[in-house]
């Protein structure tokens, strides 16, 4: 990716000034992916769920506009591929809706193209109507903290990667030869990272896990995992679900402070439904505690704030981390977490931080906000940039699930349809769309993937899958999967 220069911090800049490419049409007839038809051409950058989702709108809101994907990857789908659970096989469905729209005669997906390095977004400003940032969030948060470049210490979003089979965390190989870990962050996807880490092996041989993260946790001596948050018990960030699989989890029980709950009980009464529910549950499971004889067990720790990982003797992996005990100020929604100036080490051998994804600037032509991390955009219109639109954690932020991707990526949808309609975007001139794009590629010797070739991919997954009675066994390596799309 590229990063922009002389970044002013927390200023949102735009650099002009890029060269002006001409775009020639090559006479390409009859090839899918390669549609020159008349009507408004929208590009998408990037194939995960919020590109999938603004192309379907598009496609339905106006019968004559095309819409073409491009995605880094050679395969599609984004976090639904490389970001849900293995064992959350129900929420992957999607994939069906968007191999639809893959399919549909004014789409098209282009794969193994790195916007911003192989093709830039002035380029394809000039070949189509609208451009769509859909492109996510792949960034890491960072702890700030002294120690967190130690060995041992793994973002989530690596960790997530590294078991769901991205290309790029394939070398990972985390020690799971420690019996504490502890996860920072109190969301679903920490959750998630604990349930695995917990998981018995016979719930997860059959999912799509890739096999070298499955014979890692059969040699795991991970015992016991914490999942630390800064404020308490009643502004915990995962939902109902996936507290209920952690407390369902075979062969395992809570570890809860029942200090932490002081208090709780008489708030209940006040506290929105779902909130109640959630809070009812974790009470519960403080209560019951589970059976002690059970060797593997998770629990909640909150009011507490990483200050610093801590070091072996060695000086290079970490074995513990200090945490600031904190009191809440303030109430509703703006409680904040404030230090107490007590701390508390809990030793450990496994440190996954779980405090949110970011996205990164993609090319030095498109604005972007450094501390809030995303497009500065009103309603998906990119700021001060006729024709540029964001979707998805790009445009709000890394936050929600599936279907709030959905909603956004339905409203800037929305947003590029009244642009068209109020001549705010003037579809009259014609556009070459693909052709011109791909015709670039060619001279600098980038080769696509077609939605067809990554079927390729897929057959050849699901075969591998189908041998260890699995749905499929992801390919990790891009000129493997290069090398079968092409064969």
């Not at 946790?217 to 952690?246: D, F, H, N, W, Y």
């Not at 070091?311 to 904190?326: E, H, P, Q, S, W």
Request: net charge positive; proline share 6%; aromatic share 6%.
């Amino acid at each position: 990716m590229m990063t922009m220069v002389n970044l002013v911090r927390g200023s949102v800049m735009k650099i002009h000034g890029l060269s002006r490419v001409s775009l020639c049409v090559p006479a390409v007839c009859g090839v899918r992916g390669l549609s020159s038809t008349s009507g408004p051409k929208v590009c998408i950058v990037g194939g995960g769920p919020a590109g999938f989702y603004t192309a379907q709108q598009l496609l339905k809101a106006r019968q004559e506009a095309s819409v073409d994907i491009y995605e880094k990857l050679p395969v599609p789908f984004g976090l639904v591929r490389f970001g849900v659970a293995p064992d959350h096989p129900e929420v992957k469905n999607v994939i069906n809706t968007f191999t639809q729209t893959a399919q549909h005669e004014r789409c098209s997906f282009h794969g193994n193209v790195n916007v911003g390095k192989d093709v830039t977004i002035d380029e394809l400003r000039q070949a189509y109507h609208a451009v769509v940032l859909s492109y996510g969030a792949e960034g890491n948060r960072s702890m700030g903290i002294p120690g967190e470049d130690l060995a041992g210490v793994f973002s989530a979003k690596d960790f997530v990667g590294w078991y769901n089979g991205l290309p790029s965390n394939k070398e990972l190989h985390p020690d799971l030869g420690c019996e504490t870990a502890v996860i920072l962050g109190q969301g679903n996807v920490a959750l998630d990272v604990a349930r695995i880490l917990l998981a018995p092996l016979d719930m997860l041989k059959e999912t799509d896990i890739t096999q070298n993260a499955l014979e890692a946790l059969a040699g795991s001596k991970v015992r016991r995992v914490l999942i630390v948050g800064r404020r308490g018990p009643l502004q915990i960030a995962c939902t109902i679900k996936e507290l209920r699989e952690m407390v369902n989890l075979p062969n395992t029980r809570a570890d809860m402070l029942s200090d932490d709950f002081k208090g709780i009980a008489e708030a209940l009464k006040d506290l929105p439904r779902p909130r109640k529910r959630l809070t009812e549950l974790m009470m519960k499971a403080v209560k019951e505690k589970g059976d002690d004889k059970v060797e593997k067990c998770w629990g909640f720790r909150f009011f507490r704030s990483p200050v610093e990982v801590l070091a072996g003797a060695d000086g290079k992996r970490a074995t513990g981390i200090r945490l600031a005990l904190n009191k809440l100020e303030g109430s509703g929604e703006s409680v904040r977490a404030e230090p107490t100036g007590q701390l508390e080490d809990v030793g450990c051998g496994l440190i996954i931080s779980s405090i949110g994804y970011k996205s990164i600037p993609i090319d030095p032509a498109v604005p972007f906000d450094p501390r809030k991390a995303i497009v500065p955009n009103e309603m998906g219109r990119v700021q001060d940039t006729a024709g540029l639109y964001c979707s998805g954690w790009v445009k709000r932020g890394p936050t929600g699930v599936i279907a709030t991707t959905m909603n956004d990526s339905f409203d800037t949808a929305r947003a590029i349809i009244q642009d068209m309609e109020a001549g705010k975007l003037d579809v009259s001139v014609s556009k070459p769309g693909a052709p011109a794009i791909t015709a670039l590629l060619q001279k600098r010797d980038v080769r696509t993937v077609l939605f067809p070739q990554w079927e390729k991919i897929n057959a050849e997954e699901e075969k591998r899958g189908k041998s260890l009675g699995k749905p499929r066994e992801k390919l990790l390596d891009v000129d493997k999967m290069l090398k079968i799309a092409w064969s």
